[in-house]
C-alpha cells in the first residue's frame, strides 16, 4: 500500500519562504512521477507542479514558475517543493500525489495516491 505523508506547511509572511516535503513508502517510489496540488477555501483543487520518475524534467504552473522547485530523492522516497517569494495567494492546503506513470501529468485525473494536506498560510 503506497501513503504519501507531507510536512513542512506553516505560517509564513509575504515574500518569504517554505519548503514542503513529502514522504513516500511502499515500492518502486522510483517508477512514477510526482506533483503537487493545493486547494484554497472555496476553489477547486489545481496543479502546482510535477516531477518525472528520473527527475530529469520538471513542470510548473504558470502562478507558481520562477517561484516554486519540485525536486526528488528516489534513494529517501522524498519529494519536495521549495516556495520562494510567497504571495497571499499562495494560501491553501497543499498536496502531494503520486501520478499513474512515468510521464508527468498536470491533471488530477493522472493521480491516483494523495496524501492528507499540508496548510500553507501566507499573511503578514
Known amino acids: 500500500q503506497v501513503q504519501l505523508v507531507e510536512s513542512g506547511g506553516g505560517l509564513v509572511q509575504p515574500g518569504g519562504s517554505l519548503r514542503l516535503s513529502c514522504a513516500a513508502s511502499?515500492?518502486?517510489?522510483?517508477?512514477?512521477?510526482m506533483g503537487w496540488f493545493r486547494q484554497a477555501p472555496g476553489k477547486e483543487r489545481e496543479f502546482v507542479a510535477a516531477?518525472?520518475?528520473?527527475?530529469?524534467?520538471?513542470y510548473y504552473a504558470d502562478s507558481v514558475k520562477g517561484r516554486f522547485t519540485i525536486s526528488r530523492d528516489n534513494a529517501k522516497n522524498m519529494v519536495y517543493l521549495q516556495m520562494n517569494s510567497l504571495k497571499p495567494e499562495d494560501t491553501a492546503v497543499y498536496y502531494c500525489?503520486?501520478?499513474?506513470?512515468?510521464?508527468?501529468?498536470?491533471?488530477?485525473?493522472?493521480?491516483?495516491?494523495w496524501g492528507q494536506g499540508t496548510q500553507v498560510t501566507v499573511s503578514s
Open positions: 516531477i518525472s520518475s528520473t527527475g530529469d524534467s520538471t
Open positions: 500525489a503520486r501520478d499513474k506513470g512515468r510521464v508527468i501529468s498536470a491533471s488530477a485525473y493522472g493521480y491516483d495516491y
Open positions: 511502499g515500492r518502486s517510489f522510483s517508477w512514477y512521477a
